[in-house]
């Protein structure tokens, strides 16, 4: 059996192979990766009535993948949350703009540009922050559009294994929803390092010792992989007997 440090994925398969190819980009090895998402995404059966002229806003790359499966048209002018939902807008053939940050960068880059209504933001049935009240309250014609429902999903049983023990686990957690989903599952054999995306995301799972926590130094995915690689170097010290400092 390895024992090689446990990363343990839990978001959709899509967005986990994402994350694994970065790591390997950037020269992360030496470690066992388990995908295990805890949030399930079930697309709503069409996609709402949307004003032909209106501007797009996505939050997060399944609400664009939903668009394209659910027969959302091309060419559709859309301001994304990040890079990474930005380039998924892309790939289906919108003209993207990226905030280059979290909901908070992206009301406060909608405001900026003067963005004039209708806009529609595309997501799931939950979705922290209110994008489309923020924005009606600044005075921009603004409505939601939920493209697909996110019910929680139990671990697998190789995530459940590894959870208890003894491989220390690095745990990359994205939102605080994922982070609740989480911290159910204790008490915890293995030692959990986890990666938080936010510091709302790491109130969420608000680990006890021994388990160590890092909150990433921006809210997004490259932050992320860096935060992740930190801590898989210090699971491999505690493997070694080096200690996780």
Partial sequence: MSTDPVLLLTRPRAASERFLSALDDAGITGFRAIVSPLLAIRRRPALPPIDPEATLVFTSAN????????????????HAVGDATAAAARAIGLDAVSAGGDIDALFAHLVAERVSGPVVHLRGAISRGDLAGRLRAAGIDAADAV?????????TSEAQDALAGPIPVVAPLFSPRTARAF????????????????EAVAEAFCPAAPHKLAVAIRPDAAAMVVTAAELLVAAAALETGGGAE
Wanted: aromatic fraction near 10%; proline fraction near 10%.
């Fill in 147 to 155: 493209l697909y429902d996110q019910p929680v999903r139990e671990f």
């Fill in 183 to 198: 911290a159910l599952h204790r008490p915890f054999g293995a030692p959990i390092l986890a990666a938080a995306m936010s």
């Fill in 63 to 78: 609400a664009v993948q939903a668009y394209a499966a659910l027969g959302g048209p091309e060419g559709r002018v859309t």
